[in-house]
């Protein structure tokens, strides 16, 4: 499992390529090895889900009856939920690849996007996380969990924009693929699963 210091590492690449600078690529392992160990991300993610998950589940016994059970069984719900957000659009581009020609972009743009995922969660966390210390402030938070939504399309968009080689309506295709399909993946599941209040 990658360390600190790696991570970090890896995010100033990231940031670097934000900002449109070709030299964030040197700061990723762009090799087979890197792309498999930029889905540690997930590990280093889990906190910030915890968070998250804590939070759904007050919300979740808000509303419903007195007597509801929401355990252990409710996280692992929660998790499966949020790895199928995860790995679904990985799927999809991979399954994609050929047919729309950015098969020689897969790699760089999965093991960057991998690693842009662990701030977008924390900073997802913070709306979630004012919820549980303040719970007056649901409303605010809210409108922050829409606001850091829209930031992380925007910086999503601009990553991929600059891993495919400034094709814009490439990278267009693909930040919606990282978007939309785990959006409509994650409600479905949501009902599927029980876990939205009544």
């Not at 949020?82 to 679904?88: A, C, F, K, R, S």
């Not at 919820?131 to 968009?157: C, E, I, K, N, R």
């Not at 990553?159 to 993946?185: H, N, S």
């Amino acid at each position: 499992m990658p360390g600190l210091d790696e991570v970090l590492y890896y995010l100033t690449g990231v940031l670097l390529l934000l900002k449109q600078k070709q030299e964030g690529f040197g700061w990723l392992d762009l090799t087979m090895r890197g792309f498999a160990r930029s889905f540690w991300a997930v590990v280093w993610c889990l906190p910030a889900f915890a968070v998250i998950w804590a939070s759904w589940r007050l919300y979740y016994l808000a509303g419903m009856p007195a007597e509801t059970a929401a355990g252990a069984n409710f996280f692992v719900k929660l998790a499966f939920i949020d790895l199928v957000g995860w790995l679904l659009p990985l799927v999809l581009l991979a399954v994609l690849a050929r047919p729309l020609g950015y098969g020689k972009y897969l790699a760089t743009v999965v093991t960057a996007s991998n690693w842009i995922a662990v701030p977008f969660a924390y900073a997802a966390a913070v709306p979630f996380a004012l919820t549980l210390v303040l719970p007056a402030s649901a409303p605010f938070a809210g409108l922050l969990l829409y606001v850091v939504f829209g930031a992380s399309v925007v910086l999503q968009f601009r990553l991929v924009w600059m891993c495919v080689g400034k094709q814009t309506l490439l990278a267009a295709a693909i930040t919606a693929i990282f978007v939309l399909p785990p959006m409509i993946a994650g409600q479905e599941l949501q009902g599927l699963l029980g876990t939205l209040p009544a």
